[in-house]
């Protein structure tokens, strides 16, 4: 039976600091990482999604959290085909052509910068998550096949935001493209979700809850994600985790709902659920429950709403 990881996607969202999940006291970006790690043993780091990180921040976060703890990373927006701002860009690759060979350099320096944490042994996966314009196709497939050889020695994580990818239909090719790829595919939690993504890889497989908000798909990103699960929305979820953990070696689970503190909330309820049904759950709340001694501040990367 798998390990099932619970978590959040970030841990420095403005409304869940402003929520009080934090104690007080818990201002800085060590405190706040350290206090974290007690709570859950997995989160999704999505600010190097806007912005390539530095290796000293990564090293950091390794250094911040406990043995046993993932970072599931987000892949840069370049290159996963999203808009990218100039300024997101360094600046000596900001005038360039946005074309493969932009995106290879990129690809160079974003594993540059999560290699301390696949040195410490804290990466979880890559996070691949393509936009909806990016519809099934033989010129998808190859974008992202592209994407998997450029990080062929990386875990790698593939959600598709086009539901077209997992219809009745489609859904065996689909698995299948990833499976030969070696990519996980992740499996969401929307209102407009199709049935979940099977396991495509034995090592790993990625549920992430994005909510379930009416204004899914429309309005500002807050109003995308708004959305407090309940405890019975939660319930229908165990059977297809039960079935993962039979398949794959781990399961993460990331909540990437807001405001305030529903997802820490939320991650609270469904691991509790688990361990109703699942004994080797009752004990994986955390990888430890005191917070360790201190380490050197430095700043977290900026963390803008979800996407």
């Avoid at 807050?222 to 229908?236: G, I």
């Amino acid at each position: 039976m798998a390990d099932i990881l619970i978590g959040t996607c970030g841990w420095t969202d403005p409304a869940l600091l402003r929520s009080g999940w934090y104690p007080p006291g818990h201002r800085d970006a060590e405190k706040r990482l350290r206090h974290y790690a007690t709570r859950f043993p997995l989160v999704e780091a999505d600010s190097p999604y806007y912005a390539l990180p530095a290796p000293r921040t990564t090293a950091l976060w390794a250094e911040r959290t406990p043995p046993g703890f993932r970072f599931d990373v987000k892949a840069f927006s370049l290159l996963t085909g999203h808009r990218t701002r100039p300024a997101a860009l360094p600046p000596d690759l900001r005038d360039h052509p946005r074309d493969e060979a932009l995106r290879t350099e990129v690809w160079t320096r974003y594993a540059e910068a999560l290699a301390p944490l696949r040195d410490a042994g804290r990466l979880g996966t890559l996070l691949f998550q393509y936009p909806p314009s990016l519809t099934p196709g033989p010129e998808a497939e190859a974008f992202v096949r592209a994407a998997r050889e450029r990080a062929h020695d990386w875990p790698f994580a593939v959600e598709f935001r086009d539901p077209a990818w997992w219809h009745p239909d489609r859904a065996n090719r689909t698995a299948a493209f990833l499976g030969d790829l070696n990519a996980t595919a992740v499996a969401t939690d929307t209102p407009d979700a199709p049935p979940p993504a099977p396991v495509t890889t034995p090592r790993l497989h990625l549920l992430r809850f994005h909510g379930r908000s009416p204004h899914w798909g429309k309005g500002t990103k807050e109003d995308r994600f708004r959305h407090s699960y309940t405890e019975r929305e939660l319930a229908t979820w165990l059977p297809p985790i039960r079935q993962a953990a039979a398949q794959a070696e781990e399961v993460h689970i990331l909540f990437n709902n807001c405001c305030g503190d529903a997802a820490p909330t939320a991650a609270q309820t469904l691991r509790d659920l688990l361990a109703t049904t699942l004994p080797h759950q009752q004990h994986r709340a955390a990888p430890h429950e005191t917070e360790a001694g201190g380490q050197a501040e430095t700043h977290e990367a900026p963390h803008p709403r979800p996407a």
